[in-house]
């Protein structure tokens, strides 16, 4: 492939290392082991503590919402929220197939079943334009909902993704699932940090998730947070999470099927002091962008970047190749010179779980899967 060692030669003076450049490593460069250190000088290392308390503020700060609540990880901040939008078992949740895998298998957790709908080429997410065409054919609205007409099972909810942190077509989706009546949950595990006309991501639906594993822009080791405006919604999230125990002094009564989805104190003190450093962070990756985007821009190269009225937090860069043989080309090339290159996800209906799953054509994800390869994007 043209230009490959100016662009491994580019990464490598971006990274100023010879060494292995993984995809995104974390960096703890605040307050991280202070409050390490504290949580355990308190004993308060587990399911409760005032860090815990903390981190959810922080969330609602951060993302404009009315409630956070603070999960064990991502994927459980999925599942829980799709069942407070109120998705039961046997119903439909229509998402993309090109995703990380968690998505889709939050909705199954919940006994509902996935179905795919294309995603826009510009924003890699959910197409607000797939979605009605998808419905248009396929639904009808009944007193109380959306009713698949081939399955005859209800549309719950949809479950748009925030592809690598680049908003979806927001306005646009609500607008059709206001009309279809179909309650949004936004899965925002890759956004943190990102904005859609000044908003923060996962603000829009009835539920957004974030996820604050090892590889995300902020991470606690292993954490997610569910964000609403439902204040409702949101005090029975954080009853359902906390096994749906009724407070009591010492007894033990739980009046529904909880979980134990908490996140450890250990855990959100290192988010609250990731979370302190999120602007530098999110400065600190937007100056990498810069960087990347005036490069590939001379080689003739796309390198992804914000649409207009977003604001991304370039969590993973990527660019976008002429084929499928070059892309293939490119991995081979950045890896075997140790830099860290990965492809976007296989689609969700390629893996066995989800090969039945009812889908539309899935022109534009499958475009974007043989092309789309993501590059270092480490905080520098
Ligand atoms: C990271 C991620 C999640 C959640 O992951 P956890 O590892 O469970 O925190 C969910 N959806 C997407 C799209 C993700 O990238």
């Not at 046997?90 to 990380?100: C, N, S, W």
């Not at 954080?238 to 989805?261: I, M, Q, R, S, V």
Request: glycine letters at 6%; hydrophobic letters at 40%; aromatic letters at 10%.
């Amino acid at each position: 492939m043209k230009h490959i060692q100016d662009i491994i030669s580019f990464i490598r003076d971006s990274f100023q290392t010879k060494e292995f450049i993984p995809l995104h490593e974390p960096r703890f460069r605040g307050n991280e082991k202070k409050y390490l250190i504290d949580t355990i000088d308190s004993t308060f290392v587990s399911s409760v503590g005032a860090y815990v308390d903390r981190f959810e503020e922080m969330m609602e700060t951060i993302t404009g919402t009315q409630k956070a609540v603070a999960v064990v990880n991502g994927t459980a901040a999925i599942q829980v929220a799709l069942r407070l939008a109120g998705v039961n078992s046997g119903d439909e949740v229509i998402t993309q197939a090109l995703t990380f895998i968690a998505t889709a298998n939050a909705i199954v957790y919940n006994g509902a079943i996935p179905v795919f709908v294309d995603v826009d080429l510009d924003t890699m997410g959910l197409s607000p334009n797939a979605l009605n065409n998808f419905l248009e054919e396929h639904a009808e609205l009944r007193e109380n909902g959306c009713y698949n007409k081939t399955t005859g099972r209800k549309i719950a909810a949809c479950l748009p993704m925030h592809t690598f942190g680049f908003p979806v077509h927001l306005d646009e989706l609500i607008e059709v699932c206001k009309k279809w009546n179909i309650a949004i949950v936004e899965d925002a595990a890759e956004s943190l940090g990102s904005k859609y006309k000044g908003k923060h991501t996962g603000s829009f639906g009835k539920l957004g998730t974030f996820s604050f594993n090892g590889n995300k822009t902020v991470t606690c080791g292993g954490g997610g947070a569910i964000v609403t405006n439902d204040t409702v919604l949101g005090e029975k999230g954080k009853y359902l999470t906390t096994t749906a125990k009724k407070p009591h002094p010492y007894e033990f009564y739980h009046d529904e099927l909880g979980y134990n989805y908490r996140m450890p104190n250990l855990n959100a003190a290192l988010a609250c002091a990731q979370l302190e450093q999120l602007d530098s962070m999110l400065e600190n990756k937007r100056e990498l962008a810069n960087l990347y985007s005036n490069f590939f821009n001379e080689k003739g190269i796309i390198f992804r970047t914000e649409l207009p009225n977003t604001k991304a937090n370039y969590w993973l860069m990527c660019v976008e190749l002429k084929d499928k043989n070059e892309r293939e080309q490119f991995l081979k090339e950045m890896n075997s010179n140790k830099i860290m290159s990965r492809p976007i996800w296989q689609l969700m209906f390629r893996l066995p779980m989800y090969a039945t799953c009812q889908r539309d054509e899935q022109v534009n994800a499958q475009f974007l899967e043989d092309r789309i390869v993501n590059i270092p994007s480490s905080v520098r």
